[in-house]
């Protein structure tokens, strides 16, 4: 290592940016971003601060007369960027009155060098490759990026805000990292990276015994993971991180053996859903075993397919972890009909088209004769069917009584993101044929106009769509 990375205090006094154009411009834009005072040499004499905020521009001080003359004193560090020679008769004089200097682009007029920075708030990642290849530092930071939680200054703010008091109560440093291991490994820190900082201030409130609390077992938390429609590039980048960290995985049959292989290799899987001919262990068995889970210490993935607040039961769970004091966050999925319009282009809403859309579910028959048909006869409205196969005939007969018309179009659409996805479009008064060219679920059903405008239809009406955009062209 050549180059030590340390972090400079912008509190301490004023930079000195020698330089002017887009260079000046760039390095102008991260020290007014990072907070810095500047004290701006302009070499054209140009002080352009359009750029920049009035706030930020406040910040900048326009220095006039020769840097090279200039008053260093409380200057923390000089910076020349596109300064040509002036640049290096400055970090001369840097070097010698021994204030740390860059003169950009250039190693060996320079004492310092800056790293491809990740900044969240407290938290700040500095990446450097002695200054040989900027590029793949971005690329390094570009990774980093992806895999700090966002909130993770948040974590660091409240852990700075409760240090001192907590020093009080654990002298001994021992217990006292400890402690905070505790909070970061626990249901405290996994709240305020899920952005409920007031949850996890009044857990560290309730605190009464630090020492107990510092050498006990830490609580566990359940994250109720929604894993999409199957494919696993579609998971968010909090479900991804919700199922590396896991200790315990109960997922539905829905969810596909893709996305189960992102889990933590070490994590125990528990498959809990209703399979074909076979019940699954129940809704209440099902809390009981994530409660159960999470009393013992564990980090507790409930994975559903889809999103877990469409058709998925979350909002039962919910209620189970509140009663039973549970830690616990929601992190959202691309629901199936959402998925489905993306893959097969349906737009679910389109100009003066479709203006509404209804997520509706009908499982048997039975139940659609509990939908109240009427309801959706506005063809403007988008109407997006979950578990409707089976109830096919029951939808199209309930749909055609209220008086949608008969030519509406629908989509079937089944495995949706997956390998084997298949579409088959028509009318409405076809539905029920066209579920049985689809095969395997599960299948989601869309009807309305919205749906001629998407890839299989078009491309099952050639001769529509060519003079489609033949009109669209004239
Ligand atoms: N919470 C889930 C829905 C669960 S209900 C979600 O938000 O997507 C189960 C129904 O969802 C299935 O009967 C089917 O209609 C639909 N579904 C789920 N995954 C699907 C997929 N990959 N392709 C098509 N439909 C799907």
Redesign the pocket.
Known sequence: MRFLPIFLDLKAGPILLVGQGELAQAKLRLLLAAGAQVRWFATDGNHDLKNFSPDESARVERASGDPLTADLSNVIAVLCAGAGDTGHAMAARAKAAGIPVNVMDEVSHSTFIFPAIVDRGDVVVAVGTGGSAPVLARRIRENIEKVLPARIGELSALIGSWRERVKMKLPDMASRRKFWERVVDGPIGTLALAGKSDDANRLLDNISDHEAFASSKSNGFVSLV?AG??DPDLLTIKALRALQDADIVFYDD?VSAEILDRVRRDAARVSVGRRIGKPGIGQDATNALMIEAARDGKRVVRL?????F???RGGEEVAALRDAGVAYAIIP?I???V??AAEFEVPLTFRKQALRITFL?AHKAEDAGNVDWTALTDTRMTVV?????SAASAIRDGLLKAGRPMQTPVGV??????PD?KAVVGTLDDLPSLVTQIGN????LVIGDVVSHSLPWKNSNPQQFLTQLMMAAE
């Open positions: 929604g429609p199957g829905l559903k397919g889809g999103d877990p469409v058709f998925g999925g629901t199936a009909g998925g489905a579910t069917v979950y578990m409707g196969i659409f089944a495995r949706v993101s997956r996805s679920g599960p299948a989601i």
